[in-house]
C-alpha cells in the first residue's frame, strides 16, 4: 500500500489502510492495493466503478465509525455553524435567518 497521499485525508487514508492489510492476504499486494482504493473512492468520493469492481468490494461494507470519524463530523458541524452564523450575521434579513435555523 503507498504512503498517504496529499489529497488523503488522515481518516480516510487509515480507512484505506485498514481494508488493505484485511485482504491482503488473500488477493496479493497489488489486487488489495487496487480494490482498496476503489473501495475508498467509491465510498468517500462517490466514484462509479464497472460491475466488477463493486461485487469485488461489495462485501467489505461501509467506512466504520470510529474516533476519528466522530471528530471529523463534529469538525464539519462546527465549520457550518460558523460559516452560517457569519453569513447571517452580516445579511440583516430575518426571514433567512429563520429560515435557515430551522434546516440546522
Request: glycine share 6%; aromatic share 10%; with cysteine.
Amino acid at each position: 500500500m503507498e504512503a498517504e497521499m496529499p489529497w488523503d485525508s488522515t481518516y480516510q487514508y487509515q480507512c484505506k489502510k485498514r481494508m488493505f492489510d484485511k485482504h491482503r492476504a488473500e488477493l496479493g499486494d497489488g489486487r488489495a492495493t487496487a480494490l482498496a482504493n476503489v473501495w475508498a473512492n467509491y465510498h468517500f468520493l462517490g466514484c462509479s466503478y464497472p460491475q466488477p469492481a463493486l461485487e469485488a468490494i461489495k462485501s467489505w461494507g461501509p467506512p466504520p465509525r470510529d474516533r476519528i470519524y466522530d471528530e471529523k463530523m463534529k469538525e464539519l458541524k462546527d465549520r457550518e455553524a460558523v460559516n452560517l452564523e457569519k453569513s447571517l450575521s452580516g445579511s440583516g434579513n430575518s426571514k433567512k435567518k429563520a429560515r435557515l435555523q430551522i434546516h440546522m
